[in-house]
């Protein structure tokens, strides 16, 4: 053997002596016998039969003495438990996938190149992804919902809800393997009939869906073949299966792959929201929707007779918002209802609309006006019973049944807001400073004749007479462009 060739001692792996004059009392701590226990071999066997009849060849030193290490090779391979599925997202695009079943996982994961090619809508939230010996595997930054369907019966699906990584793990099976024919698998419908092929991963399914994966029944063979589980998508093998024995280098590491991950919060995002929180800001460069809004303001703002800034609705789109006036019936109904079990809140909305009436912030809608009206603005009232205050709020953003809604419509605009920081550094240029709320500030600034359209509201002060459709005239809070349109006319 190479040991004894380069002159190396069995027992202390010293050079210049034979094991037969090692002055070393140590023996192998699992045998008790006099070789070292990286040398020692399971079987009965002796050392160098041992390593004869098992193919495996020893490892070169190179100059340095380097120790040898010897390695042998089991010829088996392991399969897990992987499927072939189709994979539709929100548009019903249809793809094929590769799935590992995982008990051992928290939760479901699937690659970034598989959400990109259904176009999935990504729901941002970060969670540290920990492995085996809990070992940091990296962060997911948004996770997607999207069906997953047996190959052979598109009606049969599961809901996942998964975490996006860049990869999930190396191709499974590490290597392709003889494709056998086992009799216990003879008669069952594979969910991976290409099992055998090395291929990638495309969706991991955790413990979060297992109960809805597995289905009763399990078939095992004889020793040395893998076990078949019955699940939603056919039948799965788990176990090890023979494979040709082949020469590995000794001196090589083996890669064990462990499929178990948990989940945590990234700590690390949580400390740099704090430090971006606590950071002076820069001067920020605007995009092109800003700067779009930017143009927009300056070259359509005007000015009225009494002095009053007239501004336009950055819009989007300019198509109506479909069925917005039956939305803010049933709203309104609602409230209604509500209003009617609280005599006191009834009084105090009451007053606030009839005040908006009367200041000009909405005028009764003419019978053209309500033929061109493209939006209607549900509303509701917030009631503080300490302060015995109430705030009607309206609602931009309440969607119809394609997805739309005003708010959805309408550019916001850059961040005018100062930001506290430099706030509360200028606190500290001037010895007296003093603060001043702008009452009505929104309802101050007029919209144009021709936006207006877009904020018809509906009102009734008595249930019994009809409900009467109103246009606001000033700029309304709960609308996405408010605070630009406010911000930028007064600065």
Known sequence: ???????????????????????SSRRCLTCKKKHHTKLHVDSGTSLTDAYTSSGAAPASTDSTGQLTVFMTTTGCTVLRGTAEVHVTGKNCTLHRARALIDPAAEASFTVESLADSLMLDREKAIVDVFGVADQFSGTARARASC???????????????????????NILPKQTVLRKTYPHLSTIK??????????????????????????????????????????IFGWILTGPISNSPSSVHVAERQRIDVFQVSLEPALSE???????LEEIPSKSTLTKNELHCEEYYFTTVQRNEHGRFIVRLPLR????????????????????????RHPELRLAYTRFMQEYI??????????????????????????????????????ASRRNHLGRSLNKSLFTGPKLQADLTGVLCRWRFFQFVFTADVVKMYRQILIHA????????????????PIRDYRASTVTYGTAAAPFLALRTML
Not at 148 to 165: E, H, Q
Not at 204 to 228: E, K, Q, W
Not at 270 to 276: S, Y
């Open 1 to 23: 053997m190479r040991k004894q060739k380069h002159g190396y001692c069995f027992n202390c792996l010293g050079r210049g002596h034979k094991i037969s004059d090692c002055p």
């Open 147 to 169: 069906m997953v369907k047996p190959t052979f019966d598109r009606s049969a699906g599961i809901p996942v809800s998964a975490w996006i990584l860049p990869t999930l793990s």
């Open 190 to 231: 594979l969910a991976d009939p290409h099992y055998y092929r090395s291929r990638s991963i495309d969706l991991l399914l955790g413990a979060d869906l297992y109960p809805l994966l597995i289905r009763a029944g399990l078939i095992t063979g004889s020793s040395g073949t893998p076990v078949t589980q019955k699940t």
């Open 270 to 276: 949580a400390l740099t929201r704090f430090w971006q």
């Open 317 to 340: 789109s300019t198509e109506p918002i479909a069925d917005s006036r039956e939305i803010a019936t049933a709203c309104f109904l609602s409230v209604e209802r509500r209003l009617s």
């Open 358 to 395: 009367d200041l000009g912030h909405m005028h009764l809608a003419s019978p053209q006006e309500i033929a061109s009206a493209k939006n209607y603005l549900p509303h509701h009232a917030v009631f503080k019973p300490d302060t015995k205050k109430i705030r009607v709020v309206f609602n």
């Open 450 to 465: 021709d936006d207006q359209c877009w904020q018809h509201i509906l009102w009734r002060e008595d249930p019994n007479k």
